[in-house]
């Protein structure tokens, strides 16, 4: 059961232009979201998270945006750099569930130079 | 370098072995997290320790595997009798987790790639 989606396993975007990697939810009961960042041979890597009583958290480039009413979120990148290119993941997890997240399956981004 | 740490980075076993992971968390982190990550998808939840205290196990957490954070600080996870459909990649996570208090960020170790023959 797939509480998290990442419907884009992969996304290619030109150096300077706005990536956008979106992810929806299907457990009303999530309040607190994350995204991830992972290099190949790495573990995850923090980017930016966000809980659901804010529609919106901005890190420098970062971005993320969340919808409850149509339980989604997405992450943007702008302007997005080569060195963006990784496979990102949203994670979420619900009040009362311990520190259990959940994560989407990942969308791939490659950033053209 | 004060991230998280795990040891080994790679392990290749053969069926019905035992293998053991460590896992270094940040020091002042209180809570410890195993996640394991097989192709194409995102980390899946074993289980996490608050201090030395094991609170929540998932189910994918089979009676094979085992884990245990002596005294808070490293942790390992054992695997008995080790299956193919082991072979993942586990991660390792931790948290500052103040007791009583809300979730909070989780950093990941770089993970054991665990290949079963």
């Known amino acids: 059961d797939q509480q998290v989606k990442q419907n884009s396993p992969s996304l290619s975007v030109q150096e300077g232009r706005i990536s956008i990697l979106n992810c929806d939810y299907t457990?009303?009961?999530?309040?607190?979201f994350l995204w991830y960042k992972k290099y190949p041979a790495e573990g995850p890597t923090f980017l930016i998270s966000i809980s659901s009583i804010k529609d919106k958290n901005e890190d420098g480039r970062f971005t993320v945006f969340l919808n409850k009413s149509a339980k989604h979120l997405s992450l943007h990148i702008v302007p997005s750099q080569p060195g963006d290119s990784a496979v990102y993941f949203c994670a979420a997890s619900a009040l009362g569930t311990g520190n259990q997240f959940y994560f989407g399956t990942g969308t791939s981004l490659t950033v053209i130079p | 370098d004060t991230g998280v740490s795990q040891d080994p980075r790679h392990k290749i076993t053969k069926r019905g072995q035992n293998v053991t992971f460590r896992c270094d968390p940040i020091s002042e982190h209180n809570r410890l997290y195993w996640y394991r990550q097989t192709l194409g998808q995102g980390p899946e939840f074993l289980t996490y320790f608050q201090n030395e205290a094991q609170l929540e196990k998932s189910r994918l957490l089979s009676d094979r595997f085992s884990a245990e954070r002596p005294k808070g600080s490293f942790s390992t996870l054992e695997i008995q009798r080790t299956e193919q459909g082991d072979s993942a990649m586990y991660l390792c996570a931790s948290s500052l987790g103040l007791a009583g208090g809300p979730r909070d960020t989780q950093y990941f170790g770089p993970g054991t790639r665990l290949t079963v023959l």
């Open positions: 457990n009303s009961m999530f309040d607190y």
